[in-house]
């Protein structure tokens, strides 16, 4: 087992991390109670654009982009800046498509926008089926990348003890949410977005000076290092099926437009104007910090080495070419501070998907469908708080099952099942006049079992180069993706489910007035 840097020194550092932003939420928490759904689901709409697009990119810019995209570009090199490249164009989806019109015609939830012209109950339930789904993959992602990377910093050795570590970070993560809502939430992402963006520039502006600010020069030790060469520069490291490389990049592209943990953060804003402007924040923010992933990854590509991030003695694995990286450049200290911040990047996007996820049970399921919309707020509010509990301890017991994989992989295979059960649903619900609720059961269920099934049977589990199950192999679907399967399957189902749904009773009236809220915030929830 590889120890890195000092441990004493990372549990200081990490320590003094946890207690800042714990006495962040304990203040917020002190002057807003969130005993109001609007308080705590939405912290009470009171965030301006720039604000929010900052928390957006605090809660964006997860372990897969930081650890998982980095040592996939160390690794892998043009491949793995494909995840930089989709994660990146897709916000391009949600700015034009959907944020705006999102903010004005919802309240708290994806559920709202479906329920508005359409039968409440069924949809509520699909809509907060496929969002607790969608925020167990991505859990999946964050629990993973903090079992590896505190296993390298704390010398933790053991299933066992990395299982200990990982609860850790679930458990924080359930106090955040329960004390300080959405609202201690957002102030968390804030100061990690800040902090991320900090130290990803300063390890990326200490490895151009290495090379007198050179990139060539820069590629070109990254391709002396790599045992790849050349090939490293060019397409086709990682995925030489092109149809799987499609397929991925189909899932990027438009998954995080279905993600129900960014979606709901368009509705801390007080208009849907200021729910556009969050997301030119947040394009600018991610956007630099996607390029500078390029520098990371290939200067620890160069300082590093494949050989060292990929060996069996590295725990973590491809996840901790950027801690490594760091301690390559400045030593322990610099380990410890980048290290600090990949933390908090975790903890920030787990909080925020497990509020998403606890809202969407509470709101959806629990309010609108088990107590048909007579449920008390203070009662929603307690059942959000309930399930936050339940969604943690899931987080982490299957964190521990997805302990040691690649974290970029895990999250697109979240936006795989985001982009197949949430995004043509929401498109239609939109745009389409003739979209009924048959149509949406249909696109929702249908692109959700299509996805889960072929993810389930395909390489990326069993039988593949690197699958979460070893020692046997049950797979028939050829791409580790199900993107270009899974996602116009869903646009299909939702077409077939609308013309053999029929019309609905009012369906006209109901849809003239979503248009209208939706284009112009007549009568949106301020």
Request: proline letters at 3%; aromatic letters at 8%.
């Amino acid at each position: 087992m590889t120890v890195v840097g000092s441990p004493a020194l990372n549990i200081a550092i990490f320590s003094g991390f946890v207690l800042v932003t714990l006495a962040v939420v304990l203040r917020v928490g002190r002057t807003n109670r969130s005993s109001s759904t609007a308080d705590y689901f939405a912290a009470g709409r009171a965030f301006s654009g720039a604000e929010n697009g900052t928390a957006i990119a605090g809660d964006y810019l997860s372990a897969a982009s930081f650890l998982g995209i980095a040592g996939a570009i160390a690794v892998h090199g043009y491949d793995g800046f494909l995840y930089s490249i989709g994660f990146l164009v897709a916000w391009l989806v949600a700015l034009l498509l959907v944020a705006e019109l999102l903010r004005n015609t919802g309240r708290f939830t994806m559920g709202d926008v479906l329920a508005f012209r359409m039968r409440r109950r069924p949809v509520r339930a699909a809509a907060a089926t496929s969002t607790l789904v969608v925020s167990f993959f991505y859990l999946l992602a964050q629990m993973a990348g903090a079992g590896g990377l505190v296993a390298l910093l704390l010398g933790v050795t053991g299933k066992a003890h990395q299982a200990l570590v990982i609860a850790v970070v679930g458990i924080l993560m359930i106090v955040y949410v329960l004390v300080g809502g959405m609202k201690g939430t957002t102030y968390v992402q804030i100061i990690k977005a800040v902090l991320l963006l900090l130290g990803a520039a300063v390890m990326a502006m200490w490895v151009l000076g290495e090379v007198g600010l050179n990139l060539s020069t820069l590629l070109g030790n990254a391709v002396e290092r790599s045992t790849h060469g050349e090939a490293i520069l060019a397409p086709g490291l990682q995925y030489t099926n092109k149809v799987d490389l499609i397929s991925l990049g189909l899932a990027l592209v438009l998954g995080t437009a279905g993600l129900p943990h960014i979606l709901m953060r368009f509705y801390t804003v007080p208009s849907g104007q200021e729910a556009r402007r969050s997301v030119v924040w947040s394009i600018w923010l991610i956007g630099v910090f996607y390029l500078i992933t390029l520098v990371l990854g290939y200067g620890a590509a160069w300082l590093v080495g494949p050989d060292v991030i990929t060996s069996p003695n590295t725990p973590g694995g491809t996840n901790s070419a950027a801690p490594l990286l760091a301690y390559a450049l400045g030593g322990p200290l610099l380990l410890g501070l980048i290290s600090a911040v990949a933390f908090a990047t975790i903890l920030a996007v787990v909080a925020g998907l497990t509020i998403t996820a606890s809202a969407s049970f509470a709101h959806d399921l629990w309010a609108n469908v088990i107590k048909k919309g007579r449920a008390d707020t203070r009662q929603e509010v307690k059942v959000a708080r309930l399930t936050a509990v339940v969604v943690g301890l899931v987080a982490i017991g299957g964190g521990i099952l997805a302990n040691g994989q690649n974290v970029a992989f895990l999250v697109a295979l979240a936006f795989a099942v985001a982009a197949s059960a949430n995004l043509p649903t929401l498109l239609y619900s939109l745009y389409w006049r003739r979209f009924n609720t048959i149509g949406a059961l249909f696109s929702i269920y249908g692109g959700l079992a299509i996805c889960l099934v072929l993810i389930v049977f395909s390489p990326a589990v069993s039988g593949g180069p690197k699958p979460m199950l070893t020692g046997v192999d049950f797979h028939w679907f050829p791409l580790e993706n199900p993107g270009l399967v899974s996602i116009p399957a869903s646009f299909l189902l939702g077409i077939i489910g609308t013309f053999a749904g029929g019309r609905e009773d009012d369906d006209e009236h109901r849809q003239a007035e979503m248009e209208v809220r939706a284009l112009t915030g007549l009568g949106a929830e301020r």
